[in-house]
């Protein structure tokens, strides 16, 4: 028989233990970087005062040390459902790693394969990389989003833009090497079907690049289910600290040389992959965030990690993420709901408020500055924010212009129904 799950805790419980949201701002800018908790932030100082020492020694900080990055590499496995934990490359950003990864497919040419597929509608991050391959000769196609002419049987309203994984499939061919794209656009908030683009990609033996980089604040992808080859998302907007992973399976891993020095051999995943040392502290609070998510499942004392079985490990982390998706389908409904009774505002990307999606919702209001309204709204202590966010081309694409963009409005599980009524309340005042 299963045991019952332990319960969650409450609102309340959650939003304690973020000591930023103690602030009087109501913080609706998390697709730009999400708060930490307070055992993220600890895990990082009690790293930083105890055991802040090279990698490599057998004294007992030094063995520490080396500890908490394999943890951190461990986390991240955790977090994706990766295999193991050489699957898993560390470093500052996304946009560095998908810059990484693209010089090293440069070195690693295919001559009967030189076409890569790049979704437009993402974050540059994982368009421009690409983009400049076709400067070193390769062929690059633009895979970009839709205005989906017909309303789907799902409920998805007319005239939506969407990132259609069926557009892709004309793009392909048995020359494609590569195609990348977004889990989630940073703008239209819609979940892709990753799964789909990878086997239509596979089937052309193509890979895949997935930026995970707006889906994992709400959601713990498993790449083994997804089957993608790569896989990109940035930690500091996961409750921890500015860094980035990359997954990569270790076929994907194997078929590229790696830039770091030649003395370290091939094989040394991910070791051939992480430029010089990876930053110690951000590790310490990846790893913090195991204790969080414990926490958010219910768990009563905080079981060790790398000692216990991968199931349960698994299973925690399920469990904390679906706490996160259950809090945010309650905000995100209030939001979409209101904003898609407005006649003057209209809602960029898919208008439903189910779980197909994730809480960034961005508008514009019709006739009026995305930037005047966002700079009133900040000044009124409203955290939200204006612009293209780096997804320029998508912007340009709709239509807009890309300086003054979208109002974007982005929650995570932390968030209140009691500041999305803020905003509302707000934002009917300064529409009336
Ligand atoms: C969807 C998406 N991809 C990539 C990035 C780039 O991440 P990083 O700042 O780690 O390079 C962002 C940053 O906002 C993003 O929203």
Sequence with gaps: ??????????????????????????????????????????????????????????????????????????????????????????????????????????????????????????????????????????????????????????????????????????????????????HVSNILGEIVDAAEVAAMAHSVGAKVVCDGVAYVPHRAPDVARLGVDWYVYSTYKVYGPHAAALFGTREALAELEGPNHYFIPRDRVPYKFELGGVNHESCASINGLWEYLCFLAGEATLPARRDGTRARDRAIVERAFGVMERLELATQSMLIEWLRARRDIDIIGPTHADARRVPTVSFVVRGQSSRALATRANRDGLAIRYGHFYSKRLVESIGLEPDDGVVRVSLVHYSSPAEVTRLIEWLERALA
């Design 1 to 182: 028989m299963n045991t019952p799950a332990p319960p969650a805790p409450s609102l309340d419980q959650i939003r304690a233990q973020f000591p930023a949201l103690s602030s009087s701002t109501a913080f609706l800018d998390n697709a730009g970087g999400s708060h930490l908790p307070r055992c993220v932030i600890d895990a990082m100082t009690r790293y930083m005062a105890e055991s802040f020492v090279q990698l490599g020694g057998d004294y007992p900080e030094s063995l520490a040390a080396a500890e908490n990055v394999a943890g951190a590499h461990d986390m991240v496995k955790l977090l994706l459902n990766a295999h193991d934990a050489g699957e898993v490359v560390l470093a500052q950003s996304t946009t560095s790693l998908c810059h990484l990864l693209a010089s090293c497919y440069e070195r690693s040419p295919r001559p009967d394969r030189n076409e890569i597929v790049v979704c437009t509608a993402g974050h540059e991050a994982n368009i421009g990389a690409w983009m400049k391959l076709a400067e070193r000769g390769w062929v690059v196609r633009e895979w970009r989003a839709e205005r989906d002419c017909k309303s789907d049987t799902r409920g998805v309203a007319q005239g939506s833009w969407r990132i259609l994984p069926h557009t892709l499939r004309a793009l392909l061919s048995e020359r494609t090497r590569l195609a990348t794209f977004p």
